[in-house]
């Protein structure tokens, strides 16, 4: 019988609840005979080969490739999951959405106490995707089916969702699995 | 003598006294209803509507609802799950809640609840509204993009430290707590000593220097949902 597939990416996070993913320890194992993997750091494909089951979706919308990303996402795959805070609420990049646009980039690349710009350009490159106006949480650009929080969700609540929706169960989280932190 | 007075909530009979509310003498008998901006130390406000429950039909805040013989109280059934979801929620996207940095966390009621409620995502769109810091004062700093306006502050200045360093100023969305100086709250009279710095339920003002003290799983909430204590008094009670 084919393995359902699983595709993981990560957006504007930090690679924190990909670490989470790999935390399931010895399980991955297990994870390895019941699924495969599609588009994924995990096995570097850059493009989606099959439909997949499940797309697990790090990090908020920043910038337009996040955006495309996302889409595609959505495309190939039956179950779409928002894994940690950043998908979720934007997190931390999210801390830039009271600030204008212009006067981040201006701190960033130009007036911070540590910036050496003697040129004083901003990173124009076409190759440099552009960012948003604000970073946006997943479920505000595409439709997502489950949302799995924390900073990063703990390993244990990535494994309890994976393998109840492969089994066509209901998602259920116990207390301890339920975390912003 | 004080009258008794019996009701019902859920199903379950429970005995109070005149003149408590329905939450009061909910918490009393160990039934937890989730609530935010009452605290047993303060005057009732009313203003977090958390604490909602149908009142003989009719939904009412329990922590400003006195209680009368024979009322009907439903506080745990799906629909009222459902409102307080929605509350909670909304709380979340009008301000900034950035958990993963905040001192607070673990030791928060707002996030407490919405643990206790099984809130994984809002389903509104969130806000990010522009909020001020104020960290002027040397012991003491207010983050309101952490407030939820729930009048602790206020109601424990003015009430108990005698000193009313906080109020409200603004309507609508530009609500906020205000100090009682033309600056900031260094100016103010508060002290880290007074209850309006202990009292705020949320990560909005806190005490300098004390920020992640209690290791991760030791923290008030980490193992335990927000009112297990007062249903296991609950359990006590009836055994
Ligand atoms: S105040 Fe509570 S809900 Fe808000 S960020 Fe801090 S821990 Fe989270
Ligand atoms: S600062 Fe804290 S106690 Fe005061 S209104 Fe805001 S949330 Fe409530
Ligand atoms: S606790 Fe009753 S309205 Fe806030």
């Known amino acids: 019988m084919k393995k359902p597939r699983v595709a993981t990416t990560s957006l504007a996070g930090c690679f924190g609840c990909h670490m989470s993913i790999l935390d399931i320890d010895e399980k991955i194992l297990d994870l390895i005979e019941l699924v495969d993997f599609d588009k994924s750091p995990i096995d570097d494909l850059k493009e989606f080969t099959a439909r997949c089951a499940i797309g697990l979706v790090e990090g908020g919308c920043a910038n337009e490739d996040n955006v495309r990303v996302l889409r595609d996402f959505r495309k190939n795959c039956d179950i779409l999951i928002s894994l940690g805070d950043c998908a979720i609420m934007g997190g931390v990049p999210a801390m830039r ?25 901003i990173p124009d490159d076409e190759e440099i995707p552009l960012l948003l106006d604000k970073v946006y949480p997943c479920h505000e650009v595409v439709k997502i089916d489950y949302h799995l929080p924390g900073c990063p969700p703990p390993a244990e609540a990535i494994w309890k969702a994976v393998t109840a929706l492969l089994e066509n169960k209901p998602l ?9 932190d | 003598m004080i009258k008794p007075i019996t009701f019902i909530v859920d199903g379950k009979e429970i005995r109070g006294r005149e003149g408590q509310t329905i939450l009061q003498a909910a918490l009393e008998a160990g039934v937890y209803i989730p609530h935010l901006c009452f605290h047993p130390d303060l005057k009732p406000f009313g ?84 909020r001020e810091v104020d960290a002027s004062h040397p012991e003491v700093f207010i983050d309101r993009n952490r407030c939820v306006l729930c009048g602790r502050c206020v109601r424990a200045s003015r009430d108990v430290d005698g000193k009313h360093v906080f109020d409200f100023a603004g309507r609508g969305p530009e609500k906020k707590v205000a100090v009682n100086s033309k600056g900031r ?47 296991e008094k609950g359990t006590d009670l009836q055994s």
């Open chain 1, 97 to 121: 959405n009271g600030i204008p646009l212009e006067e981040c980039l201006r701190e960033a690349f130009m007036e911070g106490p540590t910036v050496y710009n003697p040129e004083r350009r």
């Open chain 2, 185 to 231: 709250l260094a100016e103010t009279k508060l002290s880290s000593a007074d209850k309006a710095v202990d009292i705020c339920p949320v990560g909005a003002i806190l005490k300098k220097g004390e920020a992640y003290m209690v290791p991760v799983g030791k923290r008030a909430f980490d193992r335990k949902p927000i009112g297990a204590e007062i249903e």
């Open chain 2, 47 to 130: 203003s977090c509507r958390v604490c909602t429950v149908m009142v003989n039909g009719r939904p009412a805040a329990s922590c400003t609802t006195p209680i009368a013989e024979g009322m009907i109280v439903e506080s745990s059934s799906e629909r009222i799950r459902e409102y307080r979801k929605i509350l909670v929620e909304m709380l979340f996207v009008e301000g900034n809640h950035f958990c993963m940095v905040c001192e607070k966390s673990g030791n928060c009621e707002l996030q407490a609840l919405a643990y206790r409620l099984g809130i994984t995502a809002p389903r509104f769109p969130y806000l990010f509204p522009k």
């Open chain 1, 172 to 180: 259920e989280l116990p207390y301890e699995l339920i975390k912003y």
